[in-house]
């Protein structure tokens, strides 16, 4: 690598002295040309009407568009995991299974205690019954004034009492009924299964963090489940291009791991915010992954076309100089012998190639020798330029 810099740094430098050496001679050699300057040597290429694309490259991570972590609601001993990194899970799949004892002695415990309510709740519904029916037999021996007033207040309150006894019964059985039902729900929770909402299809298990045999609290991470089929390019887009993404713009993507390979995608989502420490925004791209080549965590580099002019008026971007704190080029003149200074606007750079907004250009622009020039200087031209001198024979003359 070292051996390869040299060689390039010497020949560059060889490059540099020849040029010298050839703007020297030439300049010595060239016809005057106007207020007694020397013409100076240059290249000069034509102006050009060409389209030219604005276009961005930025780099970026690849995310996976959905990815969630399968994690146990209660805790327990891990008694079986039944996926592995890779392997491919359906909405609903089993993923593990936790210790489910103590779960399924607490449900036993529940439905015990529900069949303890209920014949309570028979018992007081028996007892409510013959309350009732004294009550009523009283209120008739009362009409017929052969109960007395306080008979017919015992009787009464006797019913009461019996109804209150039967109502908490009721509320004690929907209660066991409840806690019977938190238990199968807890005792179910020791069955821990793939679930997502957004679309069918088939996920990749991508992590696995426990093994079979550890204990495991709630929300403890078993596995990581990840939808490959789209992908996200993540980008942060500076304050300069903020204002030219939109959402829907087409964006090309290569990776290192497939360096010949393109991938389209389109530009999904858009922060509508900078980041005050980087004053950049982040940008989603959505990438289509159906053959799984594209996999998340890989570095991205995304070309989005901002712009394109059709029939633009461009010049080599070598062309271009400052003269006086303006941009301009020179423009040689039809005869081809000076060139003259024009300030241009320039739009679109693009391979080598700059658009010019205005002025209207024609004719042909210096591209080499231009730092040596000023506004009316003369220029010989390479395929113009004067004869090469001859060397005096060494021969005699005829009849010398």
């Given at each position: 690598m070292?051996?390869?810099?040299v060689?390039?740094?010497?020949?560059?430098?060889?490059?540099?002295i020849?040029?010298r050496?050839?703007v020297?001679?030439?300049a010595?050699?060239?016809?005057?040309?106007?207020?007694?300057?020397?013409?100076i040597?240059?290249?000069?290429?034509p102006?050009?009407?060409?389209?030219?694309?604005?276009v961005?490259?930025?780099?970026g991570?690849?995310?996976?568009?959905s990815q969630?972590?399968?994690?146990?609601?209660?805790?327990?001993?891990?008694?079986?995991?039944?996926?592995?990194?890779g392997?491919t899970?359906?909405?609903?799949?089993?993923?593990?299974?936790?210790?489910?004892?103590?779960?399924?002695?607490?449900?036993?415990?529940?439905?015990?205690?529900?069949?303890?309510?209920?014949?309570?709740?028979a018992?007081?519904?028996?007892?409510?019954?013959?309350?009732?029916?004294?009550?009523?037999?009283?209120?008739?021996?009362?009409?017929?004034?052969?109960?007395?007033?306080?008979e017919?207040?015992e009787?009464?309150?006797?019913?009461?009492?019996?109804?209150?006894?039967h109502?908490?019964?009721?509320?004690?059985?929907?209660?066991?009924?409840?806690?019977?039902a938190a238990?199968?729900?807890?005792?179910?929770?020791?069955?821990?299964h793939?679930?997502?909402t957004?679309?069918?299809?088939?996920?990749t298990?991508?992590e696995?963090f426990?093994?079979?045999?550890?204990?495991?609290?709630?929300?403890?991470?078993?596995?990581?489940?990840v939808?490959g089929?789209?992908?996200?390019?993540?980008?942060?887009?500076?304050?300069?291009?903020?204002?030219?993404?939109?959402?829907?713009?087409?964006?090309?993507i290569?990776?290192?791991?497939y360096?010949?390979?393109?991938?389209?995608?389109?530009?999904?989502?858009r922060?509508?915010v900078?980041?005050?420490?980087?004053?950049?925004?982040?940008?989603?791209?959505?990438?289509?992954?159906?053959?799984?080549?594209?996999?998340?965590?890989m570095?991205?580099r995304?070309?989005?076309q901002?712009?394109?002019?059709?029939?633009?008026?461009v010049?080599p971007?070598?062309?271009?100089?400052?003269?006086?704190?303006?941009?301009g080029?020179?423009?040689?003149?039809?005869e081809?012998?000076?060139?003259?200074f024009?300030a241009?606007?320039?739009?679109?750079?693009?391979?080598?190639?700059?658009?010019?907004l205005?002025?209207?250009?024609?004719?042909?622009?210096?591209?080499?020798?231009q730092?040596?020039?000023?506004?009316g200087?003369?220029?010989?031209?390479?395929?113009t330029?004067?004869?090469?001198?001859?060397?005096?024979?060494?021969?005699?003359?005829a009849?010398g």
């Amino acid at each position: 690598m070292k051996k390869v810099i040299v060689i390039l740094a010497v020949f560059i430098c060889v490059t540099l002295i020849g040029w010298r050496v050839y703007v020297k001679v030439w300049a010595e050699e060239a016809p005057s040309g106007g207020r007694g300057a020397r013409a100076i040597p240059v290249e000069v290429k034509p102006v050009q009407r060409r389209t030219v694309r604005h276009v961005e490259e930025f780099t970026g991570t690849l995310v996976a568009k959905s990815q969630f972590v399968v994690a146990p609601k209660v805790s327990g001993r891990l008694e079986e995991l039944k996926v592995n990194i890779g392997d491919t899970v359906k909405n609903g799949d089993l993923i593990a299974v936790l210790d489910s004892a103590e779960y399924a002695q607490q449900v036993a415990q529940a439905k015990a205690e529900l069949a303890v309510g209920r014949a309570n709740h028979a018992e007081t519904q028996s007892a409510l019954d013959v309350a009732t029916r004294e009550y009523d037999r009283a209120k008739e021996l009362r009409q017929q004034k052969v109960a007395s007033e306080a008979e017919l207040d015992e009787a009464k309150a006797r019913f009461n009492a019996a109804e209150a006894k039967h109502a908490v019964a009721e509320a004690q059985i929907k209660q066991k009924e409840a806690a019977l039902a938190a238990a199968e729900v807890r005792l179910s929770y020791t069955r821990i299964h793939a679930s997502w909402t957004d679309g069918g299809g088939t996920r990749t298990v991508a992590e696995r963090f426990k093994d079979e045999g550890n204990m495991l609290g709630a929300n403890d991470p078993i596995v990581t489940i990840v939808d490959g089929r789209t992908v996200l390019a993540i980008i942060n887009v500076i304050e300069r291009d903020f204002p030219d993404i939109r959402v829907g713009q087409v964006a090309t993507i290569t990776t290192d791991a497939y360096p010949d390979r393109q991938f389209v995608g389109k530009v999904a989502r858009r922060a509508p915010v900078l980041k005050e420490e980087s004053r950049q925004a982040r940008v989603e791209i959505e990438i289509p992954n159906p053959d799984g080549l594209l996999a998340p965590g890989m570095f991205a580099r995304a070309r989005i076309q901002f712009a394109e002019h059709s029939d633009a008026t461009v010049v080599p971007a070598s062309a271009l100089v400052r003269r006086d704190g303006r941009q301009g080029v020179f423009l040689v003149d039809g005869e081809g012998k000076k060139v003259r200074f024009v300030a241009v606007t320039v739009g679109i750079t693009e391979e080598g190639w700059a658009e010019i907004l205005q002025p209207q250009l024609q004719g042909s622009v210096v591209t080499l020798g231009q730092h040596l020039l000023e506004d009316g200087m003369s220029i010989v031209l390479p395929k113009t330029g004067p004869p090469s001198r001859q060397q005096p024979s060494s021969r005699p003359a005829a009849g010398g």
